[in-house]
């Protein structure tokens, strides 16, 4: 049994490049998100604490506090919230779901904008159906790294 769809969805937006920043707000913001940013991970790890989100999107490299710690430190405060990891480095550093904590790994590339939407779509819809007590814990299923 589903709830009723989230409205406008929250989205928390994690990266130190403005312009990737701007740009990925801009998108979201036109398809009916509500968006917050943050410029590192102390900035979205604050924000995260004090209010709610439906997904949070960071980058990977980031000064003092890259986005798979940021990583750690979300899900101490919620484990299961819903966080899509953005690198350009995703091959080369061998980014995985399994490594990084992640719900999503996406590689920044020319097809990452719809590979974006599509999962914070994905994971939106994950989060607002309705689970039976005790099986929260398998319905955290990794999904696949996307690349392309």
């Known amino acids: 049994m589903k709830t009723s769809p989230v409205l406008h969805p929250t ?13 990925r707000s801009s998108l979201l913001e036109e398809l009916g998100y509500r968006v917050q940013i943050a410029k590192n991970g102390e900035e979205a790890l604050k924000l995260f604490e004090s209010s709610g989100f439906d997904v ?34 995703v091959e080369p550093l061998g980014l995985t779901e399994e490594n990084t ?37 398998n319905s955290a299923a990794r999904v696949r790294t996307v690349t392309r």
């Open 11 to 23: 989205v928390l937006l994690v990266d130190d490049n403005r312009d990737g920043l701007l740009v």
């Open 56 to 89: 949070v999107v960071t980058d990977y490299r980031m000064p003092r506090m890259n986005g798979v710690e940021l990583i750690e430190q979300i899900r101490k405060v919620n484990p299961n919230a819903r966080i899509i990891l953005l690198s350009g480095f």
């Open 101 to 137: 904590g992640a719900d999503a790994v996406i590689a920044k590339s020319s097809n990452e904008p719809a590979h974006l939407v599509r999962w914070i779509k994905r994971l939106v819809n994950r989060a607002t159906a309705r689970k039976p007590v005790g099986t929260q814990k």
